[in-house]
Structures are given as C-alpha cells and as structure tokens.
C-alpha cells in the first residue's frame, strides 16, 4: 500500500536559520508531489508541485525553494527563515492511478521565531 | 491561478441541525474535490464530483457539483459533534497538475 512520510511533525527554528523538510512516498512510482501551506485553521496554499525528478514548478515567488533529488523525495527548503515562513506545511502526492485524489502527510508545524 | 472563494468561513452550529456550505469560483473546473481536516492532522478526501449537475451523497453529507461546473456546495443533515472540522474545497487547476485549494470553512457542532 502506498504511504506518505513527512518530517519532522513540529520544527522552532529562529528568524535567518536554514530549513530542511523530507518528504518521502512508499509504495508507488513516478508520483507528482506537492507542497501546501497553511496557516492556522485557514486553506492550503500551493508553493510547489514536481511531476518528476528534478522538475520543480513554483506556484508563487517567496523565500523557499524545493528539490525531488528521487522520485519519491520531496524536499522543502530556504537558506534564510523570514518570520512570515511559519505555518503548517504539507506533503501531498498524487498517483496515476489515483484520480486526481491527493494524498497528505501528516504535516510539520513550523514556528519562527 | 483560479480562485475558489468558501463560504461561510465560520460556522457554529448546534447538534441536529443543518447546513449548507458553498465553494464557488469563476473558472471551470475539470472536477471539485471536498476534504475535511482535523487540526494537526492532513485533509482528508470526502469526495470527487466531475459531471456538472451532480450530486453524490455520504451518509447525511451531500455533495453538488453546479451545471456549468463552477461552484460546488455540500449540505450536512443532523449535524454532529464529529463534524466539526476544516472543510475544503478543492479544483484541478488549468495546468492539469495542481489542486488549488479554497480557505475552508471552518466548522464547529456543539453537543
């Protein structure tokens, strides 16, 4: 079956540090993976989608950056944390076999600080 | 990117009764998709609707998809206390690739 592996689940990095977030899939190939961000209780913001490896589309411009090193490794990224980078961050991929329903991590709450 | 504007953002509400939100935007989309987050936790999918007119039901929620495929709402029966919750709707965007998700309603059924 397929999973989805997001970490870590809460982060407190201060203002200028650099981040790192994983995102790993398990169980399906060639998935097109996403980054959202939430803030609290509101919707999800796309930032990033990749339909494959080394394939990065930026949905809006902003202090982070994504990779997909792997087919199934997602990663979320910035060199220097801006206070306004707090919030919920998910994980989400789609399969070919899906129908369009997106599957989520479990999400890394970020504060900055 | 296609907008899809949620309404209401907050709704309180006490158990039994019903409610209707409403997901609504200017642009067609291929399909709507309806989730539901807990707080600390990912949403999860409720439904797809893809053919306009259509309505889907699960149990006392249902889902319609308008005619011209634009606008999406979801009506809960006899609400209860394990509806509360962050309900989102959510278009495959032009690209093909991308969902784009509304800012939720925010839901709350109190005993």
């Known amino acids: 079956s397929q999973t989805i592996h997001q970490w870590p689940a809460t982060l407190v990095q201060p203002v200028g540090s650099p981040l790192s977030l994983e995102c790993t899939v398990e169980?399906?190939?060639?998935?097109?993976l996403y980054w959202y961000r939430q803030a609290a209780g509101r919707g999800l913001q796309l930032l990033f989608y990749s339909v494959g490896i080394g394939q990065i589309s930026s949905e809006v411009p902003q202090n982070l950056s994504a990779s997909r090193p792997q087919d199934r490794q997602f990663i979320l990224s910035s060199k220097k944390l801006l206070l306004s980078d707090s919030g919920f961050y998910l994980c989400a991929w789609i399969g070919e076999a899906t129908n369009e329903k997106l599957f989520f991590g479990s999400g890394t709450q970020l504060s900055v600080l | 990117t296609q907008l899809l504007e949620q309404s209401p953002q907050f709704l309180s509400i006490q158990e039994g009764e019903n409610l209707t939100v409403y997901c609504n935007s200017s642009?067609?989309?291929?399909?709507l998709q309806w989730y539901r987050q807990e707080p600390g936790e990912g949403p999860v999918l409720l439904v797809t609707v893809v053919t306009g007119g259509e309505v889907k039901k699960l149990k006392r929620l249902t889902f319609q998809f308008g005619d011209a495929r634009k606008d999406s709402s979801l009506h809960i029966t006899a609400a209860q206390p394990g509806d509360t919750g962050l309900y989102l709707c959510?278009?495959?965007?032009?690209?093909?690739?991308?969902?784009?998700f509304g800012k939720g309603t925010s839901l709350l059924v109190t005993p």
């Open positions: 959510a278009g495959v965007s032009n690209s093909g690739y991308a969902l784009n």
């Open positions: 642009s067609v989309f291929s399909s």
């Open positions: 169980g399906t190939s060639n998935p097109n």
